[in-house]
């Protein structure tokens, strides 16, 4: 029995052949790094020429942006995976957190593409590669928003922070209402400023575990950092040891 998927012959081996595409790509980043990531090479790879490939990326940017949608994605579903092991808003952060980390280190060259540079500008809010960075941003902002919302922890007045922070804030907390609901926009500015002093400790310390500048101390980085998430998660009054692994 043959099953429709709604797309004719043509179209999927359209599909099949850009799927092909992006993964050779993936394989020459992993396998030489980011600068063998050209459309002759994996036209090579591919036993095509680099004017076919044309008909199926734009061009070398589009392949990129493409590539990175689906490597954000393939790195979401393993958060939200995780987000749906445990019920505690705590606890599920901490996983959360474990969970990154373990999938950067096993990614070092996909971790480096979708992280190592920044994008300049607004990016086109249909563009791939930001839909699919805002659903792995959306992750983290729910988990934030849980916490918050089943356990706030003490935070300064708003007024303490600098107005050249405030507003910015302001701005990213209506976003999120459009995002999550409303639970973020019942969050103080200062309790942002927390999540937001995570993330950047997150992300640093995974970074550099994953670049490899840990390993003038350390042989095996998992014991440290997962003393390390729960000494940063005490800014958020998370006091739980991190999940057994």
């Not at 003490?154 to 999120?176: F, I, K």
Request: a negative charge; glycine letters at 6%; proline letters at 7%.
């Amino acid at each position: 029995m043959v099953v429709s998927t709604g797309m004719s012959r043509r179209q999927r081996l359209r599909a099949a052949t850009l799927n092909e595409i992006k993964a050779t790509a993936r394989q020459l980043l992993v396998a030489e790094g980011p600068h063998s990531v050209t459309l002759r090479a994996i036209a090579r790879e591919m036993g095509m020429t680099a004017p076919a490939l044309y008909r199926y990326v734009p061009s070398h940017e589009d392949l990129l942006a493409a590539l990175c949608a689906d490597i954000y994605s393939e790195l979401t579903d393993r958060l939200e995976a995780a987000e749906g092991e445990v019920d505690d808003a705590a606890s599920r952060l901490l996983l959360l957190a474990r969970t990154f980390r373990d999938w950067a280190v096993g990614h070092p060259a996909e971790f480096a593409l979708i992280f190592g540079s920044p994008v300049p500008g607004n990016p086109d809010q249909t563009d791939p590669k930001h839909v699919a960075g805002m659903r792995f941003g959306a992750v983290w902002v729910r988990a934030f928003t849980a916490l918050w919302r089943q356990r706030p922890f003490p935070v300064p007045d708003d007024a303490a922070l600098p107005a050249e922070l405030t507003g910015q804030l302001a701005a990213y907390r209506a976003s999120l209402v459009e995002q999550v609901g409303a639970d973020a926009g019942a969050m103080p500015l200062a309790a942002m400023q927390g999540f937001l002093e995570c993330w950047a400790q997150l992300y640093g310390v995974v970074a550099l575990e994953t670049f490899d500048h840990l390993h003038f101390c350390l042989t095996d980085v998992g014991p440290f950092f997962d003393t390390f998430m729960v000494s940063v998660c005490r800014r958020l009054g998370i006091e739980e040891p991190m999940p057994r692994r």
